[in-house]
């Protein structure tokens, strides 16, 4: 069925802009999501095909990979893996992307950075990279899978990769905590933040990241100040935990100064910063 989908998708769909695939669901006698490989695979070729006409691209995939074959079902994770890494560098090949949401668990996510990874290896200088997109979220929705032993690539290339969309609006972002911990990580968020004179918005999530050292949140201070200058309206971030609370009332205080309004939400240690409407 998924063969005679992505066949059709392929071939019919001359004129294709926009795409919105949910790979995720319960499946009997399961009790928790599984996606299908077999889904992700047929999606290969039409991103293939139309990387330079797809404008949307909004794909979830969620929960543990099912996997047919002529024989029945498996878990090969060799072809689970390549099959994830084929869409998501046929996704980082696009040229004329406009929008791209990508929710994810543990393991695509994993290959999403791996795809990027890979790109950034094998083409070096002569990578081509996204510009055109506007609204971009990257979300891993099962963090917790992340941590531990959990081999991962660092995620600065995937986060270079989008350093160059000058016309970018709004940015999401939900990291799994190893990712927070690697130097490049920041290093590869100020290149993509930075020199974006039409970004508005910007959502960070640190996934439980313990930042009693206050490396963090002194990077938040630098970054914050440059963004309030621009066109930057709103800024949450959340999921840092054990912050230094004299810091953090700092950074409230300067970007109130700066005609900021401030909402804290201490639960989920999550803080909104908001562009005053009385500012003139």
């Known amino acids: 069925m998924y063969e005679i989908f992505g066949q059709n998708l392929s071939r019919c769909c001359t004129e294709l802009e926009e795409l919105s695939i949910v790979n995720t669901g319960i499946v009997r006698g399961e009790n928790t999501p599984m996606y299908s490989v077999g889904l992700a695979s047929a999606l290969v070729s039409t991103l293939k095909r139309r990387k330079d006409m797809i404008r949307k691209f909004d794909y979830e995939v969620y929960g543990r990979p099912l996997l047919f074959n002529r024989f029945g079902v498996g878990a090969n994770t060799d072809i689970i893996r390549k099959t994830n890494c084929d869409v998501f560098s046929a996704v980082l090949q696009s040229t004329k992307l406009e929008q791209l949401c990508i929710k994810c668990s543990a393991g695509p996510y ?25 609204d971009l979220s990257i979300l891993c929705l099962e963090t917790r899978e992340c941590n531990g032993n959990y081999i991962m690539h660092p995620v600065g290339p995937l986060l270079d990769h ?7 609006q709004t940015l999401y972002l939900t990291l799994p905590k190893p990712c927070w911990r690697e130097s490049q990580t920041l290093e590869a968020l100020t290149n993509l933040l930075t020199n974006k004179p039409e970004l508005l918005r910007v959502g960070l999530s640190f996934s439980g990241l313990d930042d009693r050292e206050g490396k963090v949140l002194e990077y938040l201070s630098g970054i914050l100040a440059q ?30 100064k700066l005609g900021f309004d401030v909402r804290r939400n201490r639960l989920h240690a999550a803080i909104r910063f908001q562009r005053s409407e009385r500012r003139e």
């Open 110 to 134: 994993r290959d999403l950075v791996r795809a990027a990874t890979i790109c950034k290896a094998e083409n070096g200088s002569r990578e081509k990279k996204s510009s055109s997109i506007r």
């Open 227 to 256: 963004l309030a200058l621009g066109s930057v309206n709103i800024f949450d971030f959340g999921g840092l935990l054990n912050v230094d609370e004299a810091r953090l009332l700092k950074l409230i205080q300067g970007m109130e």
């Open 162 to 168: 989008f350093s160059d969309c000058k016309c970018l």
